[in-house]
């Protein structure tokens, strides 16, 4: 009898193993595999429709977070750091090698908002000066080494400027360096001294270039009674009139 049950029992284990690993299956038993399943051994099982819809979602969840972190990544820097489409500030204006000749108007409390608003500029200005002694006063300043490459000329408060003038400053100032000619205002001959002035800059536009004082000197706000001297606003005005022209000339020079 234990004999028996023994081999029940046995049978019972066997048919079981059979059955969990597929082998053996009866009508109507669900397995523990489903229809289409790997071979055993397989390393895995086949992806079901809801895998597959689960795997999508992820796909688009993350195509999604991939454009939202594209839009809100920030713009291309350039190597200083600042945004490529931000325009770069200009460089403000010096006035390293340059030199200033000038007559009562340039001078007194003038000259020293020149040098300051114009780094490095030279000013030889005098009470009294006119055009007959330019080309000798540029002269002088080549023979001190302080003549630069570009010259400004802000003349003709004290009689009318000629051609010779100009013509006798050219030959001092030779053909390589950038001529400024600065209009007058207010003097008895400022519209001759002008004429001349235009003359010239027609004649070598790629040397002369004409600073247009006369014009811009109705935003002074500080003129003497005599309404040719200035104050200090007056003098930034100036150096306002006067900077965009040293820049150009500079422009040129390169």
Not at 14 to 23: A, F
Not at 102 to 125: H, M, N, Q, R, W
Not at 226 to 243: P, S
Request: hydrophobic share 45%; aromatic share 2%; net charge neutral.
């Amino acid at each position: 009898m234990a004999i028996i049950v023994a081999v029940i029992t046995i049978a019972a284990v066997v048919m079981s193993v059979l059955v969990d690993r597929g082998i053996l299956s009866f009508p109507g038993t669900t397995t523990a595999h489903a229809a289409g399943a790997p071979a055993a051994g397989s390393s895995s099982a086949p992806a079901t429709d809801s895998d597959s819809s689960k795997k999508t979602a992820r796909r688009a969840s993350h195509a999604s977070t991939s454009a939202t972190d594209a839009a809100s990544a920030p713009q291309a820097s350039d190597a200083s750091g600042a945004k490529s489409s931000r325009p770069r500030a200009p460089k403000p204006v010096t006035g390293h090698d340059v030199a200033w000749i000038g007559d009562s108007v340039s001078a007194g409390g003038t000259t020293p908002v020149l040098k300051k608003k114009l780094p490095g500029l030279v000013v030889d200005a005098q009470i009294g000066r006119s055009s007959r002694v330019l080309a000798s006063e540029i002269q002088g300043l080549e023979s001190q080494g302080l003549l630069g490459n570009v010259l400004v000329v802000e003349l003709g408060a004290n009689g009318v400027a000629l051609d010779s003038d100009i013509d006798a400053a050219l030959d001092a100032l030779g053909p390589n360096r950038q001529l400024i000619l600065v209009t007058p205002h207010g003097g008895a001959d400022n519209a001759r001294t002008t004429k001349v002035y235009m003359d010239a800059a027609e004649r070598l536009p790629q040397q002369i270039q004409i600073a247009d004082w006369n014009a811009e000197s109705s935003r002074v706000k500080d003129f003497a009674p005599d309404g040719i001297h200035i104050g200090g606003q007056g003098a930034g005005v100036l150096v306002d009139t006067v900077a965009p022209k040293i820049a150009e000339a500079k422009a040129r020079l390169k």
